[in-house]
């Protein structure tokens, strides 16, 4: 799977959009883009993933940059349930397990 | 989506003993695999759990170490064996169907080793 790099922490104002970047340059073509969350002592919660056009669900959208090596998952409007580690994941569709780098710590501030 | 249930939750165990954690899910899934969590760490994946078949472990994973069980679809257990303190971590099964995306985690289990 290829690497990515994440910021460590980022926090954001509740009722903002969250903004988390990724970078993923040495992405290959067959490999999908995956966002996860671990909220606070729970397992980790699926989010979103895309593989070149941006994708949007009821959590949130995922903006992959043309050349895909880069990313960058939005939370609309954020609340303080969206404090959470945010996981970027790198991987081919039906590879079997996942690689999960340090991701970022995303506090929601009141 | 599935449910996913852990058993225990939570252990304090002695060192040189074994725990045996169980994973089952409501339905049945393709892919059973175990990730473990050190302290303060992100989630590294320890094995793929295989129906009816030896595990598929990852470097730095010994079946000796982590004996893993899967004998049917919804149902999967790995044991920590002869244990030690740099055991303690919390361990996490997690599932994926036929065909599909996404993986499903359970809520882990958390294991001190004194």
């Known amino acids: 799977d290829a690497k990515t790099t994440q910021p460590t922490s980022m926090d954001c104002a509740e009722g903002r959009a969250a903004n988390l970047p990724c970078n993923h340059s040495t992405i290959s073509g067959n490999e999908y883009v995956y966002w996860y969350r671990q909220i606070h002592s729970q397992g980790p919660q699926y989010i979103i993933h895309?593989?070149?056009n941006n994708e949007t669900n009821e959590m949130a959208s995922l903006i992959i940059t043309e050349d895909r090596k880069s990313s960058t998952l939005i939370l609309p409007h954020a609340t303080l349930r969206d404090t959470a580690v945010y996981y970027c994941i790198v991987r081919a569709r039906g590879a079997d397990g996942l690689t999960f780098g340090k991701g970022t710590h995303l506090i929601i501030q009141p | 989506s599935a449910v996913i249930s852990q058993k225990p939750s939570r252990d304090i165990c002695q060192r040189g003993t074994s725990l045996t954690i169980q994973c089952q899910v409501d339905s049945q899934v393709t892919m059973m695999f175990w990730y473990r969590q050190q302290p303060g760490q992100s989630l590294t994946l320890i094995a793929t759990?295989?129906?009816?078949?030896?595990?598929?472990?990852e470097s730095g994973f010994v079946i000796d170490k982590f004996p893993i069980s899967r004998p049917n679809l919804t149902f999967s257990t790995l044991t920590v064996s002869n244990m030690s303190p740099e055991d303690s971590s919390i361990y996490l099964c997690s599932v994926r169907f036929t065909g599909g995306t996404e993986a499903f985690f359970g809520q882990g289990t958390r294991l001190t080793v004194v």
């Open positions: 895309g593989l070149k």
């Open positions: 759990a295989n129906q009816g078949s030896e595990a598929t472990y």
